[in-house]
């Protein structure tokens, strides 16, 4: 867009000048190069996914921190562009070392001048630092230069506009951040315009014209004038997006009613790094040796950093190498904290250190985050019992069972809880439930002698 900025202003230096100046220019640039315009330093809770954000400014650029979860797992990452002119909100991405885009999980809202979760960000389960931007999203922002309008002199309708300004998903009648083009054309204004109500009739595309003076002039076209000196204010009301609602915007329906919807635009084909699935289906095959490297490549990307961390913990703790299962899945967990699988593994490792209450703890944090993950419970059970804790261990044990009744070791460990409080027809039952599933288990045939139940 700069380029062809340049090349204009050298014959169109006053219009050029004007245009810099505009939002639509301002929509997408490096963070450095911002205006300051947010409060830092802040501290922000999230109440919905209980976790606590602080957001400083570090070396001119914004830093945005995860510094409480419900496991205590802490992350951060710097703006290194930003999103939005800021005239009425401002997003925050990060370019990694492979050239992806991170959209942070907060945004500065300059109608309110307060922080508050991204679009999209306010749920108990949100994207955090894992949302990968794909290049389809920021064709707008990117690009909105001289050329988006006279590259085609043929087309200067609301068409050029409607190349980003429809509103997202299928209801193309909603009032949405990127709503306004279909809204007018949806208006019954447009409808009996015959084609003359365009987007350009009240907005001047170069900047600095008077929008109100322009709708009004527009408006008294077809209206007679009563007395109000500003139309919009009754018939274009400013009201909250209801995909961004701490954003106020122009709505431009008029008082719309539904229309057909012409087209949708296509959702940006997901661009997924091969090297998760080559490392998967090495796995499978019973080679992690080979799938190791796939999955260290594969953490390179946001898109599939979460599975890939928990993939190589998982083998490298099945391979002994408990430094490098702990670096992977302290890794992990930082990243996604609300990856059951990774806070289960993680656990595994702590309680091989001996480090039981945390692993506990995690144990824990991974059921809340699925309760019907069998293999939580069961662990869980395990690191009960390993505590001494042995009727809550007992809990434990039975509700791996309910989830996943065919589990050999979960009806062992029971069993062996049962055999300790001294409850040992129960615990012969365990056992030869576990044999009975499992015809060879030598731990279940020897418990069975030991308490003289081996008939």
Known sequence: MLVFLLACASCHAEIASRYARTPMANSFGPAQAATPIESVPVTLDHALSARRYEITRENGAIVQRRTSTPTGDAYALAATHVIGSGKNARSYLHRAANGEFIQLPLSWYQQEKRWAMSPGYDAPHHYDFSRAVEPGCLACHQSIGCERCHANHTNKSAAVCLDCHLPAGSDLSAHSVNSHGYRMLASPCSKKSSGRLQCTTCH??????????????????????????????????????????????????????????????????????????????????????????????????????????????????????????????????????????????????????????????????????????????????????????????????????????????????????????????????????????QPGNADAARNLRLIGRSR
């Not at 609602?245 to 296509?266: K, N």
């Not at 999955?295 to 946001?302: G, I, N, Y």
């Not at 302290?330 to 490792?349: K, L």
């Open 204 to 437: 001047d595309p170069h900047g600095d014209t008077n929008v109100v003076q322009r709708t009004r002039s527009a408006c008294l076209d077809c209206h007679q004038s009563h007395g109000k000196p500003e139309c919009e204010t009754c018939h274009m009301p400013r009201r909250a997006a209801e995909d961004a609602t701490h954003v106020q915007i122009t709505d431009h329906g008029i008082g719309a009613v539904e229309m057909p919807v012409p087209r949708a635009l296509p959702k940006p084909a997901a661009r997924i790094p091969p090297h998760l699935k080559t490392g998967n289906d090495f796995l499978r095959a019973g080679r992690p040796d080979l799938a190791i490297p796939h999955w260290k490549k594969a953490a390179a990307s946001v898109r599939t950093r979460s599975e890939a961390l928990n993939n190589l913990g998982a083998a490298y703790l099945d391979q002994g190498q408990r430094a490098l299962a702990e670096k992977a899945l302290s890794e992990a967990v930082s990243f996604d904290p609300d990856s059951a699988e990774a806070q289960n593994n993680y656990a595994r490792v702590l309680a091989a250190q001996g480090r039981l209450p945390e692993a506990i703890s995690r144990i824990r944090r991974a059921i809340a985050l699925d309760p019907g993950y069998a293999a939580a419970q069961y662990n869980l059970g395990r690191l009960l019992h390993a505590a001494g804790q042995v009727s809550e261990a007992m809990g434990a044990y039975q509700k791996a069972i309910e989830l996943e009744p065919n589990n050999p070791a979960a009806h062992l460990s029971l069993g062996v809880a049962l055999a300790e409080t001294g409850r040992m027809e129960e615990a012969a039952r365990e056992f030869r439930l576990v044999l009975k599933l």
